[in-house]
């Protein structure tokens, strides 16, 4: 599983992206409802979603096995998520897609 606090993103394209968000902020119409705001909600809501993602409950012996080491928790974690939510990627892609629906 790949640690997301290990990727690094180059300045320039954190303000590219910045500048992106504003723009898809701008071009939200003012409805009551499927606005910028509620896109926002939405965006958060995804994001803690994601969040929970957790393993399923273990039996005694998978949850004794596990004990034994964090690698293989976080492979057990990686195969019940389907690997979603430790490819920086795809969560990077499910959240932005939230902010765009």
């Not at 809501?45 to 928790?73: Q, T």
Request: hydrophobic share 45%.
């Amino acid at each position: 599983a790949l640690d997301s606090s290990l990727v690094e993103v180059p300045p320039n394209i954190i303000e590219s992206l910045q500048e992106y968000v504003a723009l898809i902020a701008k071009s939200y119409r003012d409805n009551p409802f499927h606005n910028f705001e509620h896109a926002c909600h939405v965006t958060m809501s995804v994001n803690k979603l994601l969040s929970r993602v957790v393993a399923p409950d273990l039996a005694p012996p998978d949850a004794e096995r596990l004990r034994k080491g964090r690698d293989e928790v976080a492979a057990q974690i990686h195969n019940f998520t389907h690997g979603i939510t430790s490819d920086p990627l795809a969560v990077f892609a499910i959240v932005f897609s939230a902010l765009i629906h």
